[in-house]
């Protein structure tokens, strides 16, 4: 069984993998990351960068809700803290050490062998699948599951002067990105973009070392998400049977339930965290033009309340704009010009910033054709008898049947299935953890259930 990715979708996947099959399976987890479990999201090791879910909504077991929040006052010798927002990194070396546990737990039936290498490109053989690494070495397997992740950051919106220069921060989340940035501890930072990966960012660059440096956030809004509320609310869970088929009427009941979730339980985020066991079957009812509309139009309203920010994140933001080190606006970039230890930067509100740095921070480009990754291009090729792979709405990812691939003739016959960012464009609400845990549960149950072992696949 091969797994492209070694992030949460990953790990995940070859969890449920380990604890769904008493028959001999052998994975085979291609990802260049040294550890499986941390991937992009979780590797880094700033302390001041939090998930944006409390410890109650992480367990990577479906089944077992209080894991994590066992595990982590296990860890720390402290009381257990359902509504704790803890450090991304943390959460990393959890998903590591479950996965460990998992394996363990299998014995000799199972083993896993971690390829740190990137996936190219992928053939459909009468055995199950060939895959083609980017050093030309090849893998077999039964069976193929894609969880890589979300595309890295569009810098499209940045002028050729600005993506040419070495002050130019493209993808934050790179290994090291920040680092050059910290290092530095003088001259002022541009941030494009003003969501979590802003609040991120702007924690690390504009820490206590660097107390002289301002840092300037932009975006089309210049809206920040709202904050998590200061204690745990219980989702208020809509009925949505008769909330129509069309864009308009979705969206005037969703205003609806949030006014009455505020109404009865004095806090609007009930009701947001109640729609979220909804989105997936109201996302299922819009027409195409319907769902590229709501991306035009609401997608960034929704992703406000929706991807919230932590309290304690909430707060050292506030202090920095109080501080004055922190200030937020609603501009695009429009100039750029190079300086000796920087950049000039000419913003649609008729400002000019001279600044040592510009981190883009505008999130993953949603379009997956233009990722630039070989196998996403790979699964897209024509080919004898058609492309592989589809993509869904807007680019979105894939089309799939329940997470099985669907190629270009709408059929399901490679034994490949992918789950998270991946099926965003059929299912919308398909990146965290709560949702991406449920998808590998049950991938994991169908390629478990579709043979009676899984065998010993060739490396």
């Given at each position: 069984m091969l797994i492209v990715g070694g992030g949460a979708?990953?790990?995940?996947?070859?969890?449920?993998?380990?604890?769904?099959?008493?028959?001999?399976?052998?994975?085979?987890?291609?990802?260049?990351?040294?550890?499986?479990?941390?991937?992009?999201?979780?590797s880094t090791e700033d302390s001041l960068h939090l998930l944006n879910v409390p410890a109650s909504g992480m367990t990577a077991l479906p089944d077992d809700p209080g894991h994590f929040v066992r595990w982590r006052a296990l860890t720390t010798g402290t009381a257990e803290q359902p509504y704790e927002f803890v450090p991304r990194g943390v959460w990393g070396r959890y998903l590591s050490q479950t996965l460990r546990d998992e394996l363990s737990a299998a014995g000799s039936r199972a083993t896993l062998t971690h390829v740190r290498r990137r996936a190219r490109a992928v053939d459909v053989t009468g055995a199950g699948v060939r895959l083609t690494l980017d050093d030309g070495e090849t893998l077999a397997g039964d069976a193929l599951v894609i969880g890589t992740g979300l595309p890295a950051p569009s810098v499209a919106w940045a002028p050729e002067a600005m993506q040419a220069s070495d002050r130019f921060v493209a993808d934050p989340w790179s290994p090291g990105a920040l680092d050059r940035v910290t290092a530095e501890r003088c001259g002022d930072v541009l941030v494009v973009g003003t969501g979590l990966t802003m609040v991120d960012v702007a924690s690390t660059v504009a820490a206590e070392a660097c107390h002289d440096r301002l840092v300037h956030a932009i975006s089309r809004s210049g809206r920040l998400p709202h904050r998590h509320a200061p204690e745990a609310v219980d989702p208020?869970?809509?009925?949505?049977?008769?909330?129509?088929?069309?864009?308009?009427?979705?969206?005037?009941?969703?205003?609806?339930?949030l006014r009455d979730a505020e109404a009865a339980t004095g806090d609007w985020r009930s009701g947001v965290d109640g729609l979220r066991h909804r989105v997936q079957d109201l996302w299922g009812r819009l027409s195409?033009?319907?769902?590229?509309?709501?991306?035009?139009?609401?997608?960034?309203?929704?992703?406000?309340?929706?991807?919230?920010?932590?309290?304690?994140?909430?707060?050292?933001?506030?202090?920095?704009?109080?501080?004055?080190?922190?200030?937020?606006?609603?501009?695009?970039?429009?100039?750029?010009?190079?300086?000796?230890?920087?950049?000039?930067?000419?913003?649609?509100?008729?400002?000019?910033?001279?600044v040592a740095w510009v981190v883009n921070a505008t999130g993953p480009d949603s379009d997956v054709r233009r990722s630039g990754d070989p196998?996403?291009?790979?699964?897209?090729?024509?080919?004898?008898?058609?492309?592989?792979?589809?993509?869904?709405?807007?680019?979105?990812?894939?089309?799939?049947r329940d997470g099985r691939l669907?190629?270009?003739?709408?059929?399901?016959?490679?034994p490949i299935w992918v789950l998270g960012a991946l099926r965003r464009g059929e299912l919308w609400e398909s990146t965290a953890v709560p949702e991406i845990r449920v998808q590998a549960a049950a991938i994991a149950r169908e390629v478990a259930s579709g043979a009676t072992a899984l065998s010993r696949s060739a490396v």
């Open positions: 979708a990953g790990t995940l996947t070859a969890i449920h993998l380990l604890a769904s099959t008493t028959d001999p399976i052998d994975l085979v987890l291609v990802d260049p990351a040294e550890v499986p479990g941390r991937g992009t999201a979780f208020a869970v809509p009925d949505v049977t008769d909330w129509g088929h069309d864009l308009t009427s979705i969206v005037d009941r969703t205003r609806e339930h195409e033009d319907d769902r590229r509309e709501f991306l035009r139009s609401h997608a960034g309203e929704w992703n406000r309340v929706r991807h919230r920010i932590p309290a304690p994140s909430a707060e050292r933001i506030a202090e920095l704009r109080r501080q004055g080190r922190l200030t937020i606006g609603a501009a695009r970039v429009t100039e750029t010009r190079a300086l000796p230890r920087g950049l000039r930067v000419w913003l649609s509100d008729g400002t000019v910033r001279d196998l996403v291009a790979d699964l897209l090729r024509p080919r004898d008898g058609g492309a592989l792979a589809v993509c869904a709405t807007a680019g979105m990812g894939f089309r799939t669907l190629d270009s003739r709408g059929h399901a016959p490679a």
